[in-house]
């Protein structure tokens, strides 16, 4: 059996180790510490936001974010419907109301649909994936959230690096969030990042991560707080991750370029659009079929010992969600339908795309 191709495996840059090293010679084997101030500062540094936050998780980040715009029991909050299960249940953890919305031709929220619904419904906070690594049309979404007084909050959890005329997504909202997941495009092995440039409310965010514990010599507890915050530990990989994040994204550009030039022939095949103005990190190479059954090119991908997964299942499909509102939904059900995410690691050669683009050539139409 030829050597595993798994989807998006961690790539360490070089650095990461030694960084550890230093945390066990300090002995500051906890929760916070120098190297979370450090990747904090790497990330603004990237993403130009004014200030950040390392959390344990994207979803964590989530969480916060809807706690600072004030997100409480019976409130409406919109989001993206096709997305991942952590953008949407830190709304069912503040017993609000998710409500969601469908793509457009850019596979990322339909800034029509988002009007109708915000006008309608009037929620008070839209959660907006960005996804598969592709700026959304956050330009639009602004403008429109800003007219209705909706805040917004991005999550970017796979698209760090990834911009629109020049700005990076997470960035155009009240707060932004990434993920440092184990199969993102750099990673801690677990954890995420709270930005924005609302500095005291970064600041309060670390209050509520941290237990929400007051300044007193005892532990002083007033409000609901959480253990969220990310570990020196972590801090330290997600810091040597930070010094290779513009080559990674660099080769995963390459491995999509790589991916289209073996398959763009095949008139059956669409790939995930880049829209105007914006740059991805292509973080997984995506595409759907006009015939051909997905599912069926998984198996024989597996069959070659190949990582290969359907398109996400939009939110509003799933048992979790059943009754929810959705505005439009068809084109989510049709790209869950018929999509696939190919194995996309950025330690891939070209000899390792051809491998995967020989098999399905093979199964599709």
């Given at each position: 059996?030829?050597?595993?191709?798994?989807l998006s495996?961690p790539h360490?840059?070089?650095?990461?180790r030694?960084?550890i090293?230093?945390?066990?010679a300090?002995n500051?084997?906890?929760?916070?510490?120098?190297?979370v101030?450090?990747?904090?500062?790497a990330?603004?540094?990237?993403?130009?936001?004014?200030?950040?936050?390392?959390?344990?998780s994207?979803?964590?980040?989530i969480?916060?974010?809807?706690?600072?715009?004030?997100?409480?029991?019976?409130?409406k909050?919109?989001?993206?419907?096709f997305?991942?299960?952590?953008?949407?249940?830190?709304?069912?953890?503040?017993?609000?109301?998710?409500?969601?919305?469908?793509?457009?031709?850019s596979?990322?929220?339909?800034?029509k649909?988002?009007?109708?619904?915000?006008?309608k419904?009037?929620?008070?906070?839209?959660?907006?994936?960005?996804?598969?690594?592709?700026?959304?049309?956050?330009?639009?979404?602004?403008?429109i959230?800003?007219r209705?007084?909706?805040?917004?909050?991005?999550?970017a959890?796979?698209?760090?690096?990834?911009?629109?005329?020049?700005?990076?997504?997470?960035t155009?909202g009240?707060?932004?969030i990434?993920?440092?997941?184990?199969?993102?495009?750099?990673t801690?092995?677990?954890?995420?990042?709270?930005?924005?440039?609302?500095?005291?409310?970064?600041?309060r965010?670390?209050?509520?991560?941290?237990?929400?514990?007051?300044?007193?010599?005892?532990?002083?507890?007033?409000?609901?707080?959480?253990?969220?915050?990310?570990?020196?530990?972590?801090?330290?990989?997600?810091?040597?991750?930070?010094?290779?994040l513009?080559?990674?994204?660099?080769?995963?550009r390459?491995?999509?370029?790589w991916?289209?030039?073996?398959?763009?022939?095949?008139?059956?095949?669409?790939?995930?659009?880049?829209?105007?103005?914006?740059?991805?990190?292509?973080?997984?190479?995506?595409?759907?079929?006009?015939?051909?059954?997905?599912?069926?090119?998984?198996?024989?991908?597996?069959a070659?010992?190949?990582?290969?997964?359907?398109?996400?299942?939009?939110?509003?499909?799933?048992?979790?969600?059943n009754?929810a509102?959705?505005?439009?939904?068809?084109?989510?059900?049709?790209?869950?339908?018929?999509?696939?995410?190919?194995?996309?690691?950025?330690?891939?050669?070209?000899?390792?795309v051809?491998?995967?683009?020989?098999?399905?050539?093979?199964?599709?139409?």
């Amino acid at each position: 059996m030829a050597e595993r191709l798994f989807l998006s495996p961690p790539h360490m840059g070089g650095n990461e180790r030694r960084y550890i090293d230093e945390v066990f010679a300090s002995n500051y084997i906890a929760p916070l510490g120098a190297f979370v101030d450090r990747f904090e500062k790497a990330v603004c540094d990237f993403t130009g936001a004014k200030a950040a936050a390392a959390t344990s998780s994207g979803t964590a980040a989530i969480h916060l974010a809807l706690r600072l715009v004030g997100i409480e029991e019976g409130d409406k909050v919109l989001a993206s419907t096709f997305t991942f299960i952590g953008s949407v249940a830190p709304i069912l953890y503040q017993k609000a109301e998710p409500i969601f919305v469908d793509s457009d031709d850019s596979w990322n929220a339909d800034p029509k649909l988002v009007e109708a619904a915000i006008a309608k419904e009037r929620p008070k906070a839209f959660v907006l994936t960005h996804l598969y690594g592709q700026s959304a049309k956050v330009d639009e979404i602004v403008e429109i959230c800003d007219r209705y007084g909706v805040a917004l909050i991005e999550d970017a959890a796979e698209s760090l690096g990834a911009t629109l005329n020049g700005r990076h997504a997470g960035t155009f909202g009240r707060f932004g969030i990434y993920s440092f997941n184990g199969n993102k495009i750099i990673t801690t092995s677990g954890g995420g990042m709270l930005v924005s440039d609302n500095v005291a409310a970064i600041e309060r965010a670390k209050k509520l991560a941290t237990q929400a514990r007051e300044p007193a010599p005892w532990y002083q507890h007033e409000e609901l707080g959480y253990n969220y915050r990310m570990s020196n530990v972590l801090a330290a990989i997600g810091v040597g991750q930070m010094e290779v994040l513009p080559e990674r994204i660099e080769k995963k550009r390459k491995i999509f370029e790589w991916y289209k030039e073996a398959l763009d022939e095949a008139e059956e095949i669409e790939w995930m659009p880049e829209i105007p103005g914006s740059l991805g990190n292509r973080w997984l190479t995506t595409l759907t079929f006009k015939r051909s059954d997905p599912l069926k090119i998984i198996e024989a991908l597996e069959a070659a010992n190949i990582e290969s997964r359907p398109l996400w299942k939009p939110m509003h499909l799933q048992p979790l969600f059943n009754g929810a509102k959705i505005y439009g939904g068809t084109i989510s059900e049709r790209l869950f339908a018929t999509g696939i995410c190919l194995p996309s690691g950025t330690a891939m050669t070209r000899s390792d795309v051809d491998r995967v683009t020989s098999i399905v050539r093979r199964h599709a139409i």
